[in-house]
């Protein structure tokens, strides 16, 4: 149950009770059956086969291999190796395009390996990567592309695909944020030359941390499994440079445990997509960003877009008092990558040629959602959005003359407290 406002005074910034007692998070993990992994963790200990290559492990990949219909899944430690072993298994070097609307993973795996990232502007309907403004970033430098299926909506692979081809580049999608989800009908995960899933904790597929490569390449998956090993090939042989980016048996366990509710995740995002869409309909200036439902989606992420104009206040000030009300919203991914370091020194005026970056980075905010979240905690918090919108104009006038509470972790860090 969350507290009803009647009066702006009742708002905690300003001193009210927040309206809910225990924190309401973005990316709190599904769990799935206790029982089953509790069963599974016994089991691998039993055996005392605890990592590298481990029948748990093999058992996740073959799982993972037929769900998304590719023919080779490599499980790693976690997306960002995953990546790092991409860009090292293609051969990426000199310059690589990619949004600066995504999580700073992306870029860093690149400049990891010695690769300039290069900033590309997204479209302002998806967010994801424009291909129109891909073209013109290709130069001789060009190695390949890395495109992100941000919030699990597709990329427009069609056209990036063209676009690597013609011009010769590796095409390489972090699909982080979009595991069993559908591309005009087609999995994510065989697309370009190999993608990436993301299984870390937030993900609503976890395997606590963890990850994995995907593809339908051959040769690239034996390197692959490889590099993810150290190189070894046998024993004491090593063939080529790798690093150590397996997965444990304790997260395979997790993640085959997890994947036996992924019907009932993926039913509880749904849910929750459409309640808030309903509720937050009646309230001008916010949307909620969309998605295409005749595909296959996971609706991980609840992604507002607010029109200050429109709502009288901004997405900052909206955070910034949800926060002291118990609502642990997230401003993914302000600032945009191409504002933070190293990438702010390099080019300090990457922002002018990424306008819909910033506008985006300066509008979005993701609200809670997955299964810890109850439909009352949903019409709760929407019900507090409204009453901010609608009590805008007196909300910023208090909070232009008195000294306000904020949320203790909010300005100082952005990391919350363990509960
Ligand atoms: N590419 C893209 C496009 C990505 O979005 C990501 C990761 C990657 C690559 C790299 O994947 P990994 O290498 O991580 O596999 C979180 C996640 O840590 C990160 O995995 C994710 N993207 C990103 C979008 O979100 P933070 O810095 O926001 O995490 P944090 O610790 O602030 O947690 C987020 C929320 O989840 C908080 O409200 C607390 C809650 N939470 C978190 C954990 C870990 C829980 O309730 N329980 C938990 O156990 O990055």
Redesign the pocket.
């Known amino acids: 149950m969350s507290r009803t406002k009647l009066h702006i005074l009742d708002l905690a910034i300003f001193g009210g009770k927040p309206a809910f007692d225990a924190a309401l998070?973005?990316?709190?993990?599904n769990i799935g059956d206790p029982q089953a992994l509790l069963k599974r963790i016994k089991e691998l200990l039993d055996r005392r086969w605890l990592t590298n290559d481990g029948p748990l492990l093999q058992e996740f990949e073959q799982r993972i291999s037929g769900l998304i219909g590719v023919k080779h899944c490599m499980a790693v430690c976690?997306?960002?190796i995953g990546?790092e072993i991409a860009i090292k298994a293609l051969g990426l070097s000199g310059e690589v395009i990619v949004p600066s609307f995504?999580?700073i993973?992306?870029p860093h795996a690149l400049r990891w390996h010695g690769v300039t990232p290069v900033f590309c502007d997204l479209d302002p309907d998806t967010h994801n990567i424009d291909p129109l403004r891909v073209a013109e970033l290709i130069t001789r430098r060009t190695s390949g592309i890395i495109a992100?299926h941000v919030w699990g909506r597709p990329c427009d692979v069609h056209a990036l695909a063209d676009l690597a081809q013609y011009h010769n580049l590796k095409l390489v999608f972090?699909a982080?944020?979009a595991f069993a989800c559908s591309y005009k009908g087609r999995m994510i995960g065989g697309f370009g030359n190999v993608e990436i899933f993301?299984f870390?904790?937030?993900?609503f597929l976890n395997t606590f941390?963890g990850?994995a490569i995907v593809t339908n390449n051959d040769e690239l998956a034996g390197k692959i499994r490889l590099m993810r090993n150290f190189g070894f090939a046998g024993l004491d042989t090593v063939t080529s440079l790798g690093t150590n980016g397996k997965m444990s048996e304790a997260s395979a366990a997790m993640g085959l445990t997890s994947l036996e509710s992924l019907e009932r995740f993926i039913e509880a995002n749904r849910r929750n997509y459409h309640l808030y869409q309903r509720e937050l309909a009646r309230v001008p200036g916010i949307s909620v960003s969309r998605y295409h439902e005749d595909e296959k989606c996971n609706y991980q992420y609840i992604v507002l877009e607010i029109d200050e104009a429109v709502t009288g206040i901004s997405r900052d000030t909206l955070d910034e008092i949800l926060w002291v009300e118990n609502v642990?919203t997230?401003r993914?991914f302000y600032p945009g990558c191409h504002r933070m370091e190293p990438y702010r020194t390099v080019e300090p005026e990457a922002g002018l040629r990424l306008p819909h970056t910033e506008r985006l980075a300066e509008t979005v905010l993701c609200l809670p959602t997955g299964s810890a979240l109850s439909s009352t905690n949903i019409t709760g918090v929407c019900a507090l959005i409204e009453f901010i919108v609608r009590h805008a104009k007196a909300i910023k006038e208090r909070l232009s003359m008195k000294p306000v509470f904020r949320h203790p972790w909010k300005g100082t860090s952005?990391?919350?407290p363990h509960i």
């Open positions: 998070h973005v990316g709190r993990p976690n997306a960002t990546l995504t999580f993973a992306t992100v972090d982080a944020h993301s870390h904790a937030t993900k941390e990850g642990l997230r993914y952005n990391r919350e």
